[in-house]
């Protein structure tokens, strides 16, 4: 696989963690809009959102290795 496929894959892990982390916010919305726990939801959010971190950074850091070198 070339840098530019790892890119690739790492954008698309990138996207689909933004649209996780939308969902679990909806989610998170409509419990507390009926008044059920949201406890765990919001824990599972929290982990999304770590998890989207790590992803963020491994993009970062192969489009870093993608730059020309002066």
């Not at 507390?32 to 599972?44: D, N, Q, R, Y």
């Not at 998890?51 to 993009?59: G, I, P, S, T």
């Given at each position: 696989?070339?840098?530019?496929?790892?890119i690739r894959v790492a954008e698309r892990h990138v996207r689909v963690g933004e649209r996780h982390i939308r969902r679990q916010r909806g989610i998170i919305s409509d419990l507390?809009?009926?008044?059920?726990?949201?406890?765990?939801?919001?824990?599972?959010l929290d982990l999304l959102?770590?998890?989207?971190?790590?992803?963020?950074?491994?993009?970062?850091?192969?489009r870093r290795l993608s730059q020309p070198v002066d």
């Open positions: 696989m070339t840098l530019a496929d790892e507390e809009a009926k008044g059920f726990p949201a406890g765990e939801a919001i824990h599972f959102e770590k998890n989207q971190r790590v992803h963020l950074e491994h993009r970062d850091r192969l």
